[in-house]
């Protein structure tokens, strides 16, 4: 399975981005997909997932701005990231996971990673 994530770039304050994942050599409806984001000097950390059965979760500092869908018929996953701030400046990377669900936030259990897409939120 490969994973590969796109959509990154420079945004103003206030815009928005929508980033894509696109799945190879698997299906997606298999796999529980997450975004995480990693800004400069800071850890890793979960973005939001969008559940094999339908489920979506979005992490409290972005839920109102970011939303996850999943179109099957193209394999990807897709974040829209609304109202962007400074703060949003990382490396947004997806994965993939077979876990349960209570486990999705957990960088570890995610078996797949695409190769990660810059966000620059700057005037």
């Known amino acids: 399975v490969q994973l590969q994530a796109y959509g990154g770039g420079l945004v103003q304050p206030g815009g928005s981005l929508t980033l894509s994942c696109a799945v190879s050599g698997g299906s997606v409806r298999r796999y529980t997909m997450g975004w995480f984001r990693q800004a400069p000097g800071k850890e890793r950390e979960f973005v939001g997932a969008?559940?094999?059965?339908?489920?979506?979760k979005i992490t409290d500092p972005v839920k109102g701005r970011f939303t996850i869908s999943r179109d099957s018929a193209k394999s990807t996953v897709t974040l829209r990231m609304n109202s962007l701030e400074p703060e949003d400046t990382a490396v947004y990377y997806c994965?993939?996971?077979?876990?349960?669900?209570?486990?999705?936030?957990?960088?570890?259990?995610?078996?797949?990673w695409g190769q990660g897409t810059l966000v620059t939120v700057s005037s």
């Open positions: 969008f559940g094999w059965s339908g489920n979506t």
């Open positions: 994965g993939a996971t077979t876990t349960v669900w209570g486990r999705v936030t957990e960088e570890t259990v995610y078996i797949y």
